[in-house]
């Protein structure tokens, strides 16, 4: 009987290609048929199974990675509870908005940055720059202190009100010329 030189498997008379892997069967093993040859035998079959646990593995792998790296994205949408909020609001915070600043320029765009150290310190920074310009103008920058208790920042004698917050994002709502306004702010 002949065997596959690629897989070992016992070929069909006559026939062209194994039917287990599809090899050509020019070069065939000639063996008597009372010692039939075992995979180990078989001189490809050594680097067939090499390859098959090389591909296994790297899929594996892969799909390790991709539950690693969508786990990450998830956790980054989900609220933080409010008595996360001190330690979560750490860091820079920016908020890309619009401002008037009359004739000179009209209605244009503004960066606000805010940076809540770990100290209870506070750092702001509201800017603009003209359409067409390089130069940063700043509106307002200021140093000063704040607290959190619950979902409430106290940052001077106003109060701030954390609407929700994930770990990359965060809606504050402050009163501002007796109107609620609510801002929406990304983590830097």
């Known amino acids: 009987m002949k065997y596959c030189s690629g ?3 016992g070929t069909t008379e006559g026939a062209a290609f194994c039917e287990n892997c ?3 069967l020019d070069t065939t093993l000639d063996v008597p048929a009372n010692e039939q040859p075992t995979r180990a035998e078989t001189p490809a079959s050594g680097r067939s199974s090499v390859r098959r646990r090389v591909v296994f593995v790297s899929l594996v792998l892969l799909l390790l990675l991709g539950l690693a790296l969508g ?3 998830y956790t980054s949408t989900l609220p933080i509870p409010a ?3 001190g330690r979560a609001l750490v860091g820079t915070w920016k908020r890309v908005g619009r401002v008037y600043v009359g004739s ?3 209605d244009v765009p503004s960066t606000s940055v805010m940076e809540f150290g770990s100290d209870g310190s506070l750092h702001t920074k509201d800017s603009y720059t003209l359409p067409g310009g390089s130069q940063e ?3 307002q920058q200021s140093t000063g202190e704040y607290a959190v208790d619950g979902d409430s920042i106290q940052v001077g004698t106003s109060s701030w009100l954390i609407v929700g917050m994930t770990r990359n994002s965060c809606d504050i709502q402050f ?3 007796n ?3 609510r801002l929406h702010w990304v983590r830097q």
Request: charged share 15%; aromatic share 4%; net charge positive.
């Open 22 to 24: 599809g090899r050509s």
């Open 175 to 177: 009163r501002r010329d």
């Open 179 to 181: 109107a609620n306004t």
């Open 7 to 9: 897989c070992g498997q």
């Open 83 to 85: 008595s996360g909020y």
């Open 104 to 106: 000179a320029g009209g």
């Open 137 to 139: 103008t700043v509106l």
């Open 71 to 73: 786990a990450v994205a």
